[in-house]
């Protein structure tokens, strides 16, 4: 059986053909096909559009900037979400809403301006309004508008949760909560919350507002990991959903990035940088058995059509 192609080769494929330009835009995807869902439809993306993103982990939007819209001047406008109502999939197109939870969005502002400085607050366009305005009126999202500062945190918050309970899940194939009633675990835990809080508490991005290190402090973070673990104790996690569904996993956007910012900030994040690994080891082989494979030596294999010598 050939290994399963978790990139779908096109989001719009069955769509019936649309040149026209798109104004507001809500992607609802996995960190890894959001670039895809963008650069399927970017020739109907303007500078006066309005993308909004809905995933998880970090470091999507320098991605799309790179890849997609490298052109600072023709960029459409972002707005960012950190969204936490339970959901669950059902089949194509159905998805259960298991669990009431928030909605938190913010605009991104100029990345030359500080989040934290009144130019931040600049003049959004009216495509970021009327998305804005249509969300935060939408009672079942249970949506709030928040400062590009005050999103990031919150950003941060999910991501330091997600690289814990989802690779240390998908690691030993169990549920979130089976994670809190071992002392391996909770060691492990506390290892990779310590460089996770150190790389937070360096970015320049952060400095200068008040309560980071408290915030972002690895007791605080752990009890933030036990609380998520302890409420949703009997589900499976996305990223072990995806190992066992053989479909690519997330651990780039969350253990890699912290991996990578600390490594920007001089910090060696080598337990992070190994559960990263390992994650992307475990998938592979799942995909390789999936598959069949066999791993050959070919510097050893000996041609059937010549004699050993």
Not at 53 to 64: E, K, R
Not at 148 to 164: D, F, I, M, S, T
Not at 174 to 185: D, H, P, R, V
């Amino acid at each position: 059986m050939p290994p399963v192609d978790n990139r779908p080769s096109s989001f719009n494929s069955e769509s019936p053909p649309d040149n026209g330009p798109i104004e507001c835009l809500i992607i609802c995807t996995k960190a890894h096909h959001t670039e895809l869902a963008i650069k399927d439809i970017s020739h109907r993306l303007t500078k006066d559009s309005t993308i909004c993103l809905v995933h998880n982990g970090m470091g999507v939007l320098d991605s799309i900037n790179q890849n997609v819209f490298p052109d600072p001047n023709n960029r459409p406008h972002y707005i960012q979400t950190v969204f936490s109502h339970g959901l669950g999939r059902n089949d194509s197109f159905k998805i259960s809403h298991l669990g009431v939870g928030t909605t938190i969005l913010s605009p991104v502002g100029d990345p030359n301006i500080p989040p934290t400085t009144p130019e931040a607050d600049h003049t959004w366009a009216p495509s970021t309004k009327y998305l804005l305005r249509l969300l935060t009126l939408t009672p079942p999202l249970v949506a709030v508008a928040d400062t590009p500062a005050g999103l990031l945190q919150y950003q941060l918050e999910k991501l330091a949760v997600n690289c814990v309970i989802n690779p240390l899940t998908a690691l030993s194939d169990c549920t979130n909560g089976e994670i809190l009633y071992s002392f391996s675990f909770t060691r492990v835990m506390r290892l990779l919350l310590f460089e996770i809080s150190a790389v937070i508490c360096a970015l320049p991005e952060l400095q200068g507002i008040p309560g980071i290190e408290d915030r972002f402090s690895p007791e605080r973070l752990r009890r933030l990991v036990v609380n998520i673990a302890s409420n949703t104790a009997k589900n499976h996690s996305s990223m072990q959903q995806d190992i066992n569904q053989r479909r690519l996993t997330e651990i780039e956007y969350f253990n890699g990035w912290i991996v990578r910012r600390g490594e920007e900030l001089g910090i060696k994040c080598a337990l992070n940088y190994m559960i990263k690994h390992l994650v992307a080891a475990k998938a592979a082989t799942h995909r390789s058995r999936e598959a069949g494979a066999i791993p050959l030596d070919l510097d050893n294999v000996i041609s059937t059509n010549e004699p050993p010598v």
